[in-house]
């Protein structure tokens, strides 16, 4: 696609409820990143993905976040048992070089996010 | 401490002024800074980038600045238009070798009629 594409733009999750956060990069781009952004905040790293290899999940905040990308393409971010804290905007981001593309002066694509609100 | 402090943290300016946007540094060692625009609702857009060896950059009425010694960086806008109404994000990127990147909170501008 033209760009990175994200869904759904918005999301209205129960306290409790498992969500499941799509990422579409363009295409080619090898290097995936999620980011967490809370409102009046920077974005906060959550995990970065080379290919399908999850090289870097070190900024998750708990056990109750996993992400995927299987083949390589498309990621998936899935919240489990959402609690209020979690209400943020979702980024995914993509680069099309391999590691470290963020060395480099290779730009970062961001998606328009998912906003997430947690009642 | 957060990396990355910019500076104001929010500014009004009349359509047709020049502002500048701060950013200090802690990240070491130093690989490149990131000057992205975020519009409401959207996803950030790359500026600027600039390594430790460039001073200053530009992009249409963008124009960054960068003093690796005092780990400053300044954004200047020219003849701000309604559209520059946005968050403009200072992005550090260390030279670890890993993909983390140090995000400033923004510095939130709104250009007035």
């Known amino acids: 696609g033209a760009g990175v594409s994200q869904s759904p733009r918005y999301k209205v999750a129960k306290r409790g409820q498992d969500v499941a956060l799509r990422c579409d990069p363009i295409?080619?781009?090898?290097?995936l990143f999620w980011y967490q952004q809370a409102l009046g905040q920077g974005p906060e790293f959550l995990t970065y993905?080379?290919?399908?290899?999850?090289?870097?999940k070190s900024g998750l905040p708990s056990d109750r976040f996993f992400a995927e990308r299987p083949e390589g393409s498309v990621s998936t971010l899935k919240i489990q048992r959402t609690q209020q804290e979690d209400s943020a905007v979702y980024l995914c981001?993509?680069?099309?070089?391999?590691?470290?593309?963020?060395?480099?002066?290779?730009?970062?694509?961001f998606g328009s996010g998912t906003q997430l609100s947690v009642l | 401490k957060n990396q990355v402090e910019q500076s104001p943290q929010s500014l009004i300016i009349l359509e047709g002024k020049n502002c500048t946007l701060q950013?200090?540094?802690?990240?070491?060692?130093?690989?490149?800074l990131r000057w992205y625009k975020q519009d409401t609702g959207r996803g950030p857009v790359s500026l600027t980038i600039?390594?430790?060896?460039?001073n200053t950059k530009s992009n249409g009425r963008y124009t960054a600045t960068l003093d690796a010694d005092t780990k400053q960086s300044s954004l200047h806008i020219t003849a701000s238009q309604l559209s520059d109404s946005a968050s403009y994000i200072c992005?550090?990127?260390?030279?670890?070798?890993?993909?983390?990147?140090?995000f400033g909170k923004g510095n939130q501008v709104v250009v007035i009629p």
């Open positions: 981001a993509s680069s099309v070089l391999r590691l470290p593309p963020l060395a480099t002066n290779e730009k970062l694509f």
């Open positions: 295409s080619g781009h090898v290097s």
């Open positions: 993905f080379q290919n399908e290899a999850q090289l870097d």
């Open positions: 950013c200090n540094y802690t990240v070491s060692p130093f690989s490149n």
């Open positions: 600039m390594t430790f060896s460039e």
């Open positions: 992005v550090v990127a260390g030279n670890y070798g890993n993909n983390r990147l140090a």
